[in-house]
């Protein structure tokens, strides 16, 4: 069955959607984050001066920032690297910071086979 980009954004907001095939401009104005964004990228960290959070998560917490959050080719990189993205697609949250409830999340992948067992198993996966 051949979704839409509409169509997958909906699905999105029941959990999260694995798209195979998809291209991230097929989701206009979505929060990007590619593949092999750093692990220190995905988390909130404690420094001397005080609690740094990413860029791309403040942005959504201000609401600077689309809650369509589009992970771009995760295939891209190797099924070990993929699970840095676990925390945020199965409790939605990074660093025990809680996203807000509007946001929703799509993963694209040129193959299926080449995508983690753990993070395919969180998604609804359209091909």
């Known amino acids: 069955m051949l979704l839409n980009s509409k169509e997958i954004i909906e699905l999105s ?3 999260p959607v694995l798209v195979v095939g998809a291209k991230t401009e097929d989701f206009k104005n979505a929060t990007v984050l590619k593949a ?3 692990s220190k990228s995905l988390g909130v960290v404690n420094t001397a001066t005080g ?3 990413p860029l791309w998560l403040f942005q959504i917490l201000k609401g600077d920032a689309s809650h369509q959050i589009v992970i771009e080719e995760i295939d891209s990189i190797d099924a070990y690297s993929q699970e840095k993205f ?3 697609l199965k409790y939605k949250t990074i660093s025990n910071i809680d996203l807000p409830e509007d946001c929703n999340i799509i993963v694209t992948a040129k193959k299926l086979e080449n995508v983690s067992a753990n ?3 969180l ?3 359209v091909k």
């Open 86 to 88: 676990y925390e945020l």
């Open 36 to 38: 092999n964004i750093p």
């Open 51 to 53: 609690i740094k959070t």
């Open 119 to 121: 993070i395919a198993c």
């Open 13 to 15: 907001k029941i959990s």
């Open 123 to 125: 998604c609804q996966i």
